[in-house]
């Protein structure tokens, strides 16, 4: 029987964490981070009203973001534009010695509404992405055996490590015929337009190739085995097909 094996990984040098995108593995310490702007105004960068407007005002290699407060807070009126590299390696404004600079949301906000009906990934929301579709951060199909980037070898030091954030699930890899406890998932069933907002290193896994995101391992194991995720020439991902008789 043909098995596929389906993985997204982040082309470039392999990084234990790279939160900001520069294909290096993040340095700066929780909290601290470079910043070129941090709580800018978002209408300031040529009128913007939308993060996708703003990417010409943060440079290449740098992470531009909604603004993140010291409270954990995001507020979309204002943007960031930081990096995580070392202190010793920042060509602008330092971070750090007690100014407060979140990675990411620490934790999810409550539910605007109350009782929810559908909240698989657990981030106080009503589910939104259709299915067969999510938010990824680059983490689908990665490899316990391989450690890659460094995550760890189980769900909970994948957690602890910061490789899927706050508001995204972490679980065994949902593969064509059902859960693979080998590899591991980090996704969000938010829709498409909050995917989208959160920038690089996030990904909407059916703009990837047609990739699939089954929501639960009964729709894994209706794909059935023979079935692939997706195929396809990738931009920014790799997908890895392997075989076993």
């Not at 531009?64 to 060509?91: K, M, P």
Request: with cysteine; glycine share 14%.
């Amino acid at each position: 029987m043909k098995t596929a094996i389906i993985a997204i990984l982040c082309l470039g040098a392999t990084a234990a964490r790279d939160l900001d995108g520069d294909g290096v593995e993040d340095a700066a310490a929780d909290g601290d981070c470079c910043a070129a702007f941090y709580g800018a105004n978002l209408a300031d960068c040529n009128g913007a009203t939308t993060l996708a407007d703003a990417q010409g005002c943060c440079a290449s290699g740098w992470l531009l973001r909604y603004n993140i407060g010291s409270d954990g807070v995001e507020d979309q009126t204002q943007i960031d534009c930081i990096s995580f590299v070392a202190e010793a390696d920042c060509t602008d404004n330092w971070f750090g010695a007690g100014i407060n600079c979140p990675h990411f949301i620490p934790t999810a906000p409550p539910s605007p509404t109350g009782g929810l009906t559908r909240d698989l990934d657990g981030d106080g929301y009503e589910d939104a992405a259709p299915a067969g579709e999510c938010c990824t951060n680059g983490g689908y199909g990665n490899s316990f055996a391989d450690n890659e980037y460094g995550c760890g070898t189980t769900l909970a030091e994948v957690q602890a490590g910061g490789c899927c954030p706050a508001g995204f699930l972490v679980r065994y890899s949902l593969q064509p015929g059902g859960e693979d406890q080998t590899r591991w998932d980090c996704v969000s069933f938010v829709d498409k337009a909050g995917c989208t907002a959160m920038g690089p290193p996030y990904q909407w896994t059916a703009d990837v190739a047609g990739l699939g995101c089954p929501h639960t391992a009964a729709a894994a194991e209706a794909l059935g085995s023979d079935s692939a995720l997706g195929s396809g020439p990738l931009l920014a991902t790799a997908i890895l097909a392997a075989a076993a008789l």
